[in-house]
Nanobody, 127 residues
Framework: VQLQASGGGLVQAGGSLRLSCAAS????????MNWFRQAPGKEREFVAA????????RYADSVKGRFTISRDNAKNTVYLQMNSLNPEDTAVYYC?????????????????????WGQGTLVTVSS
């Protein structure tokens, strides 16, 4: 599976963006999908995860109520809808795939050896 993230850009505070992560390969639907982000000078942090069925989602506290993760297995794509953006959301956003059990999904942190990583897309929120 190869992952290609896109949709980043420059947006004003309070605005919205939708990120996409397109996957190649026929096994996309077997993987949980995650979004992480890394701000300048900071460690990579978990943002959101969605189970392979799409039925379970998890979010970092910092984005709950503002971000929504979803997936379309027919299109081999996972999305991250980001609303009410603020400058603290500025970061490179990465997608990652795993085959963890549901209870562990979204709880392993960025140091876990995920099966696949995308290349990242830059989101810049201006104040």
């Amino acid at each position: 599976v190869q992952l290609q993230a896109s949709g980043g850009g420059l947006v004003q505070a309070g605005g919205s963006l939708r990120l996409s992560c397109a996957a190649s390969g026929r096994t996309f639907s077997r993987y949980n999908m995650n979004w992480f982000r890394q701000a300048p000078g900071k460690e990579r942090e978990f943002v959101a995860a969605v189970s392979w069925t799409g039925g379970i989602t998890r979010y970092a506290d910092s984005v709950k109520g503002r971000f929504t993760i979803s997936r379309d297995n027919a299109k081999n794509t996972v999305y991250l809808q980001m609303n009410s953006l603020n400058p603290e959301d500025t970061a490179v956003y990465y997608c990652a795939a795993d085959r963890l059990v549901a209870s562990a999904m979204g709880r392993m942190g960025p140091r876990y050896v995920y099966d696949y990583w995308g290349q990242g897309t830059l989101v810049t929120v201006s104040s």
